[in-house]
């Protein structure tokens, strides 16, 4: 079974600050994807990234960057939180047939 | 501009009876098709997937169907279940290693 960690599933951080989500996957997958959902928006593409040291803007990249050292290991980093990042932030790592996803990492920005 | 639509927020289905979720995308370059679901506060679980040499794929109760020249897909639940409530995403994508494009979602819920 593909396992998809993200290290937190609720924070909470006050505006300005540098916030880091983490996402660790085991299946040695070289696809990993972070996107953001919010109501009546769906889920929107951050940041993705095909292979260790590269990285792709999605579609709302604004306000963020993102952190691949390591293969199983993708990280989304708010330099500057804002109010409006708040919202719930979805890890994912596909094969060739699906996208699998963590459990998702609910960010408050006060 | 979205990409991936699909039109209705919500629906609401009595048990037993068929769900039909409907999905529409605007990019031609699209090849590959998947239906997720998502309960609150979890990340969404792949449900079924379709590609673009089929008009068909079926799995238990779950069958999607996809109409390219439509640019249209909808996913069909027989019989609906109340365990079925959740949000439905359609997504896309150019082949199946590439990024995928969801949809806003559709909340199903099912009356007992």
């Known amino acids: 079974d593909v396992k998809v960690t993200q290290s937190s599933r609720y924070l909470v951080k006050r505006t300005g600050e540098k916030v880091f989500l983490e996402c660790v996957q085991d299946?040695?997958?070289?696809?990993m994807f972070w996107y953001r959902q919010d109501p009546g928006l769906g889920l929107r593409l951050i940041y993705f990234?095909?292979?260790?040291?590269?990285?792709e803007k999605g579609d709302i990249p604004e306000g963020y960057s993102v952190s691949r050292e390591k293969k199983e290991r993708f990280s989304l980093i708010l330099e500057s939180a804002s109010t409006n990042q708040t919202s719930m932030y979805l890890c994912?790592?596909?094969?060739?047939?699906?996208?699998?996803f963590g459990q998702g990492t609910r960010l408050t920005v006060v | 501009d979205q990409q991936v639509k699909q039109n209705s927020p919500s629906l609401s289905v009595q048990e037993g009876r068929i769900s039909i979720l409907n999905c529409d995308y605007t990019?031609?370059?699209?090849?590959?098709f998947l239906w997720y679901k998502k309960y609150p506060a979890e990340g969404p679980t792949f449900l079924i997937s379709?590609?673009?040499?089929?008009d068909k794929n079926e799995d238990g109760r779950f069958t999607v169907f996809l109409n390219k020249s439509a640019k249209h897909l909808s996913l069909h639940i027989v019989p609906s279940q109340p365990g079925d409530s959740a949000v439905y995403f359609c997504?896309?994508?150019?082949?199946?290693?590439?990024?995928?494009?969801f949809g806003p979602g559709t909340s199903l819920s099912v009356i007992p």
């Open positions: 990234s095909y292979d260790v040291k590269m990285k």
């Open positions: 994912a790592t596909t094969s060739s047939t699906e996208a699998f």
């Open positions: 997504a896309a994508s150019k082949t199946s290693y590439d990024k995928v494009i």
């Open positions: 379709i590609s673009s040499i089929k």
């Open positions: 299946m040695d997958h070289e696809n």
């Open positions: 990019n031609s370059m699209f090849d590959y």
